[in-house]
């Protein structure tokens, strides 16, 4: 059994501090400074700060990448800096995971697996992923957390405050107040295994007997709070298939629109952190890609049946072009006291998200737009603009609803499939009508133990 001394010590915060403080806080220092003396190359200090960032194992790197996908809730030099940040940390040597294994599962956690191969087979913010084989032969994945991760995102959670109150002091067009809520109650979800595991089995029922999407097994009896021991799903890596056949990309492409808007359209969950470590690619009886695997349950995001309603609701407010619809469904998103130049600043952002399934077409998800430039122009005219006319405080909501559109558009733009992405997004609102997502998703949830949102 697990022995928990680590939640969120002080010890643990301190430790923190002392690794990211200095650095982080002395650029904040210059950037703060600059806005008396003025002078401040802002291209450096972002260029330091993702420096700092990408040396460090935890959340801090994880919120980095976040923000620089929500236009102005950064200075557009630190979004696009902070935006190169992958989540792939150096990983920790066997001692330590002998250590954490037997935190977790006792002394004797060696003799409860068949095999346990010693170097981790991939590293990243919050832990690292053994391959390992039980005693029944079956092959599965043991993803360990790294020590102290409680306090780690505690501090970093305080240390990442600087961001938002320099870009606060730089008139910004982004009330980041829920944003920081949200992301903190994000993080400390990410780091509860134990959810991470209900959160796998829950992707398993939506998905069961789905030929195109895999979901793996969860080992209940080698999984604890900081050890998630799922099965083992074999498959390829997406960039292998970029020079494939377009039928190929096509049907992987397919299968990575149906992962995401799926959950959403039927039980009102989103997976909130898509990219590209998060997929392989299984091949079929002909060898060719048949379908996806999902690999990772941490950053499952649980919406409200309303906004679910108001997803649907902007969505065909400007299908329509319904501007009541689309006022209404910003409502039920949380955003509050719009005015009319407010609504067509966020109309441009969600004319840009929507785009591949407001046309009626076959297109690429860019659609003539260089794959570096994707998002760029709609980013920069809704900072401009909010610069102007806000600030608009930023529903909590929003932001990983933000962010997994921006995963995803990301991923797919690799594969330049080219799909009738408003077709396959009419045949998911057909077989999951929204009028029965609050009974769907409370059934769903029940099931696995996970609980309902407020």
């Not at 236009?71 to 954490?100: C, H, I, W």
Request: proline content about 6%.
């Amino acid at each position: 059994m697990a022995i928990d001394t680590e939640r969120n010590r002080f010890s643990g915060r301190a430790s923190r501090y002392a690794r990211v403080g200095g650095n982080v806080s002395g650029v904040a220092a210059k950037m703060i400074g600059s806005r008396i003396f003025g002078g401040l190359d802002h291209d450096r200090s972002a260029e330091e700060i993702t420096k700092v960032l990408g040396n460090l194992k935890g959340p801090l790197m994880k919120v980095a990448q976040l923000l620089s996908t929500i236009p102005d809730a950064l200075p557009p030099e630190y979004a696009e800096q902070l935006g190169t940040l992958q989540s792939n940390a150096p990983p920790m040597g066997y001692p330590f995971v002998k250590r954490r294994m037997a935190a977790e599962l006792g002394p004797n956690w060696l003799q409860r697996f068949d095999h346990f191969e010693k170097q981790p087979a991939a590293a990243a913010s919050l832990g690292q992923v053994h391959r390992a084989t039980t005693l029944s032969g079956a092959p599965v994945a043991c993803k360990l957390q790294y020590p102290d991760m409680d306090s780690a995102i505690e501090a970093d959670l305080q240390q990442l405050s600087f961001v938002f109150k320099l870009h606060r002091q730089m008139k910004s067009g982004i009330d980041t107040s829920e944003i920081n809520e949200e992301i903190g109650a994000r993080l400390r979800e990410e780091l509860d295994y134990k959810r991470e595991a209900k959160a796998a089995k829950l992707y398993a029922i939506t998905f069961d007997g789905d030929p195109m999407i895999r979901v793996p097994t969860v080992e209940d009896d080698l999984s604890t709070r900081r050890l998630l021991t799922l099965g083992w799903l074999d498959g390829k890596r997406l960039l292998d298939y970029k020079e494939a056949p377009l039928e190929v990309r096509n049907r992987i492409a397919k299968a990575l629109f149906r992962a995401y808007w799926h959950p959403f359209a039927h039980i009102g969950v989103i997976h909130g952190d898509p990219h590209l470590g998060n997929y392989t690619v299984f091949p079929g009886e002909d060898g060719e890609a048949a379908g996806i695997n999902l690999l990772d349950y941490g950053c499952i995001r649980i919406f409200p049946p309303r906004f679910v309603g108001g997803v649907v609701e902007l969505y065909n407010g400007l299908l329509n072009g319904n501007d009541d619809q689309v006022v209404h469904a910003y409502e039920v998103w949380g955003f509050k006291d719009l005015k009319r130049e407010v609504i067509d600043i966020l109309n441009i952002w969600a004319k840009f998200i929507y785009g591949p399934i407001l046309e009626d077409r076959t297109r690429t998800l860019a659609d003539g737009t260089k794959p570096g430039e994707y998002g760029r122009r709609e980013a920069f005219s809704v900072h401009q603009a909010l610069k102007e006319k806000g600030p608009v405080t930023v529903p909590r909501e929003f932001v990983f609803m933000d962010r997994a559109a921006i995963g995803l558009g990301a991923v797919l733009l690799h594969l330049q499939a080219e799909l009738n992405f408003f077709e396959i997004f009419q045949n998911e609102l057909a077989q999951c009508p929204i009028e029965g997502v609050a009974d769907r998703q409370g059934a769903a949830l029940d099931a696995v133990g996970l609980a309902r949102p407020a």
